[in-house]
């Protein structure tokens, strides 16, 4: 190559180069602001990076290799009296704890008799499978229905956007349907139900679907999901499992006496588990 096509090539080379360096730069800072965008800001995104590194480090720092941890893992399920898999088995450990009279108060629609002595907590994420499964196992509605004088049941959304982007959108939809549906319980829980019906991978048109199907018209929906108006209530949620409850994965059942403020978490994924976790907090 001669002297004098290196000196064209040079500055089309360090041009092309520096061209290069900026698109990197910029994608990167967009896919940044996105994850904050889906996490409600920068500051929720760090306190769930941060809360997501230590639940990492407390399940799997001990172990150096994937085989250790399953066979770890296998003996604690079997210990509990269970299997790996096994949605009845006591895959956590019961934890308890007491918060204030005014956290209980009641910002989602509650399932069941308003004002009862307990309340069950599913903190859950709609675009979780393990959710999905939990849920439809209908295990909640059947302790409230055994317990309808004593027990009501509160969904707590819990999205956990960094592996499931949409699970934001369609919480914040699910208030919507209850606000437009004038406020009522009933078509919320519907709403639940059609979500996990259709799948975790279900778009925003199946989400606007399911709404319709309960009678919510489309465009007064998708107006509501697009203002945004119902993400600080989906925060509160969150915030109050991680800060309040000790919740650190999706699903978690969480029994709370609505009189002292105690709870427990819910050791075992059966509807006789839940009653027992209210006797104990009676």
Known sequence: MTKEKQNILMPLISTML????VNIGATYFMLKQNQYDFNGGKENYEKLSYYNKVQYNQMFGEYKTLEEFKKALDERVKNAGGTVGDNNAATQPQE?????????????????KAGTKFSIYEFSDLECPYCKELHQTGIV?????????TLN???KNFPLTRIHAG???KSEAGLCVFELTGNNSESFYKYIDGVFAAGTRASKDDILKIAESIGVQKDKMEECINSG????????DLNQGMQHFGVGGTPTLIVVNNETGDWAKVPQRTSDS????MDSLK
């Open 18 to 21: 520096i061209f290069t360096l």
């Open 96 to 112: 308890k704890g007491k918060v204030s009279l005014e956290e209980l108060k009641v910002t989602t629609p509650v399932y069941g």
């Open 141 to 149: 509605k059947d302790a409230v229905a055994k317990n309808g004088e």
């Open 153 to 155: 049941y509160v969904f």
């Open 167 to 169: 699970a934001q959108m």
């Open 229 to 236: 108006k119902n993400k600080a209530t989906v925060e509160k």
């Open 274 to 277: 839940i009653i027992a976790t």
